[in-house]
């Protein structure tokens, strides 16, 4: 009534033109990875409350025991409210997070209890942590999301690595679903 007219989108406008059908099968692959990607980050998101929570436990166990050599006495591990931020932030990265969240968490141990053994003990401490989550949750945890069973996952991820690196990690199931 006003004259405003009403404008189609481009995508729109490709879809009528003559090689729609090529425009309609990348739209149908796109939306699957969409998708897959969706529930893959969601799968990520319960592997980093998990992970966090195992290695705020840990911190907890590891400032108790080393509370009485700690420079003021405190039986709980400095900084773990900022550490358990970190932890969560970098648990989304694949394969790098732990070592990512893992420095300022070394840092933090060393500078308040002095010594080697505490630095052994919080390397200890990650690689366990590390390794429940790869062995364990990573293929749990993704496979029960994509309703893919846990030895499959942790195949595709173990193949995807070798021949993808890094990447494969990201792109390994994802690229499974289509």
Not at 77 to 82: C, E, G, R, S, T
Not at 134 to 141: E, K, Q
């Amino acid at each position: 009534a006003l004259g405003i007219r009403k404008s189609t989108g481009i995508f729109q406008q490709i879809a009528k033109v003559t090689f729609a059908f090529f425009y309609h099968d990348l739209r149908v692959i796109f939306e699957k990875i969409q998708k897959s990607f969706g529930l893959v980050f969601q799968a990520q998101s319960k592997i980093a409350v998990v992970n966090t929570i195992l290695t705020v436990g840990g911190l907890l166990i590891i400032g108790f025991i080393y509370g009485q050599l700690s420079l003021n006495g405190s039986i709980i591990f400095p900084y773990i409210l900022a550490l358990a931020c970190i932890t969560f932030l970098t648990s989304f990265v694949p394969f790098l997070g732990v070592f990512i969240g893992g420095v300022p968490i070394i840092f933090a141990g060393v500078v308040e209890y002095p010594g080697w053994s505490i630095l052994v003990t919080l390397v200890t401490m990650l690689f366990i942590v590390h390794a429940v989550e790869g062995y364990f949750l990573n293929p749990r945890i993704v496979g029960k999301s994509l309703n893919i069973p846990a030895p499959v996952i942790f195949f595709i991820l173990f193949i995807a690595e070798h021949f993808m690196g890094i990447a494969g990690f990201f792109l390994g199931v994802p690229i499974d679903l289509l």
